[in-house]
């Protein structure tokens, strides 16, 4: 396959130079209308810092690895239930169809805001309690702590963080139904005749022909959901989730470094987003040689 050759042609510099030209004369303007001291060089310690001879990660680089964290995690399980869920949306048998239905139609219409207080005060408490997670993770090692940690989050902060992994989880798969059920009702009917010939039963026909093919369908829509996934993260900060954007609003509060902080979270945000988007572009490529 034939690659296209990107062109850089003179009027793309010029457009560069005038998106600078704005940038700066935007940044300027807010010195010198409002008034406004930036005070950049103070930002670093809140990203890494040292103490006690070694480097330590500051409270917006605690919640950048938290947002890294229940991205995650939520991309994972979401995709595993979303795929779940856009396989029953395509079954033959209609309870599985109706069920499938159901649960998308209900969490897409409802917005985010309120499943994640649904999630956190109804649900989440009420499952960590009555199973009495709290307990056993307040009585674990040190060493089953350090890895729950590492993993998900510090014990006294796990029930949150669930209660937000689970709101992300469900509001994000219901997108990623559709896009499943869409990938597998455009593989030509040919093709389900074809595995049937060969004498697979209906699972198999789904897991060894039809899904590989849906999947190199749907990719690119599936990149922009993770993407969306990352973003869709900072909801979870009204539960107070120390996550990227929870911790933007509490060091704003306290250091009242408005632009500076806020700058700095959208870099944070745009570089793990443009990451992830750049390594699908890469498995679109790899795909299609």
């Known amino acids: 396959m034939t690659k296209t050759k990107i062109r ?11 998106v600078l030209a704005a940038g700066f004369y935007l940044v300027r303007r807010i010195g010198v209308e409002m008034d406004y001291r930036w005070q950049w060089p103070v930002m670093l310690q809140y990203l890494v810092r040292t103490e006690g001879g070694s480097w330590i990660a500051g409270s917006l680089a605690q919640g950048f690895l938290t947002t890294i964290k229940l991205s995650l995690w939520a991309t994972l399980l979401a995709a595993l239930f979303g795929t779940l869920m ?10 599985h169809r109706l069920l499938a239905g159901g649960y998308v139609e209900m969490v897409r219409n409802l917005p985010p805001l309120v499943l994640v207080f649904i999630v956190y005060f109804f649900i989440g408490e009420r499952i ?14 040190p060493e089953t702590q350090s890895i729950l940690t590492a993993f998900f989050a510090p014990p006294a902060r796990l029930s949150g963080f669930f209660a937000g992994l689970a709101t992300l989880v469900l ?23 074809a595995a049937h010939a060969l004498g ?14 849906a999947l190199r369908r749907i990719l690119p829509a599936l990149a922009g959901q993770i993407i969306s996934t990352i973003k869709d993260s900072a909801i979870v ?3 107070s989730i120390p996550e990227l954007t929870f911790q933007g609003l509490e060091l704003m509060s306290a250091t009242y470094l408005t632009f500076e902080v806020w700058i700095t979270i959208a870099v944070l945000y ?3 987003t443009f990451t992830v988007s750049l390594g699908v572009r ?6 299609q040689q």
């Open 200 to 213: 697979l039963s209906r699972r198999r026909q789904m897991l060894d022909v039809i899904l590989p093919q």
């Open 171 to 193: 509001y994000e798969a219901a997108y990623i139904t559709e896009i499943v059920r869409a990938g597998i009702q455009s593989i030509e009917k040919g093709q389900w005749e």
């Open 270 to 272: 745009f570089l793990l």
């Open 128 to 141: 960590m309690t009555a199973f009495g997670a709290e307990d056993f993770i307040r009585a674990a090692s």
């Open 8 to 18: 850089f042609t003179p009027l793309d510099a010029v457009l560069i130079v005038l």
């Open 237 to 239: 900060s009204v539960i």
């Open 282 to 287: 890469r498995l679109e490529n790899v795909w």
């Open 86 to 95: 856009g396989i029953m949306r395509v079954s033959p048998r209609l309870f």
